[in-house]
């Protein structure tokens, strides 16, 4: 499973867009590129999925760069309750077997201020 | 809109105890998994369950653990004798594939050992 990094925290005020960026250097040709959020005491939750270029649904973008070494999640207009942490992971969308286990890094603990 | 349930929201239990945390997967889902949470730390794999058998587990699920899915609806995860490092969020998810697909956490189970 390719090794991500990605901040440890960051701030941000309501109404700004915020981008997270994600490296993910040994990313190999089958692996996706999936960020959950988490909030306190709860369990994680997807946010989106990719695999090149970019993606879009109604909560976030994915902006992909033709190396894939990278990723941005990208949340536009974020309020106070959009404070949690933001996982990025990346991993083989084809593997065979019933498992694939998310491997979670520490994430990035993005805070929401008025 | 489906979702993963969990119980108990809290479990306290002396050390040497066994527990049962008790889950509901979402009803189509057909790959199951156990995932940990020590305050302040990473969410942890433990287990992942697939056609009534354990697909893949981690160091972290030793003898002391064990999971069953005793009917078509529950699926549990025991802890026969519990440490105090045992202390954690124990989160149930599940997915409707075994790929690198979107899983659904439940809210979780806070288990405290004393």
């Known amino acids: 499973l390719a090794k991500t990094t990605q901040p440890i925290s960051m701030d941000s005020y309501e109404g700004q867009e915020v981008n997270i960026t994600c490296s993910h250097n040994?990313?190999?040709?089958?692996?996706?590129i999936t960020w959950y959020q988490q909030f306190p005491s709860q369990g994680p939750r997807f946010i989106i999925q990719?695999?090149?270029t970019k993606v879009t649904n109604e909560v976030a973008s994915l902006f992909i760069p033709a190396d894939r070494k990278s990723s941005t999640l990208s949340l536009p207009r974020v309020s106070l309750s959009d404070t949690a942490v933001y996982y990025c992971?990346?991993?083989?969308?084809?593997?065979?077997?019933?498992?694939?286990?998310?491997?979670f890094g520490t994430g990035t603990l993005l805070a929401v201020q008025p | 809109e489906p979702e993963v349930t969990q119980t108990p929201s809290h479990q306290v239990t002396q050390m040497g105890q066994e527990v049962i945390l008790r889950c509901v997967p979402i009803?189509?889902?057909?790959?199951f998994y156990w995932y940990r949470q020590i305050l302040g730390q990473k969410v942890e794999f433990l287990v992942s369950?697939?056609?009534?058998?354990?697909?893949?587990k981690s160091e972290i699920f030793d003898d002391q653990f064990s999971v069953e899915r005793p009917d078509g609806s529950n699926f549990t995860l025991k802890i026969r004798s519990t440490k105090l490092e045992d202390s954690a969020m124990y989160f149930c998810?599940?997915?409707?594939?075994?790929?690198?697909?979107?899983?659904?956490f439940g809210p979780g189970t806070r288990l405290t050992v004393l």
């Open positions: 998810a599940s997915t409707t594939r075994g790929l690198y697909n979107e899983q659904f």
């Open positions: 040994n990313i190999a040709t089958n692996d996706y």
């Open positions: 990719g695999y090149k």
């Open positions: 992971l990346v991993g083989d969308m084809n593997a065979g077997g019933a498992t694939n286990k998310l491997i």
């Open positions: 009803s189509n889902h057909l790959y």
């Open positions: 369950f697939y056609n009534n058998e354990i697909s893949e």
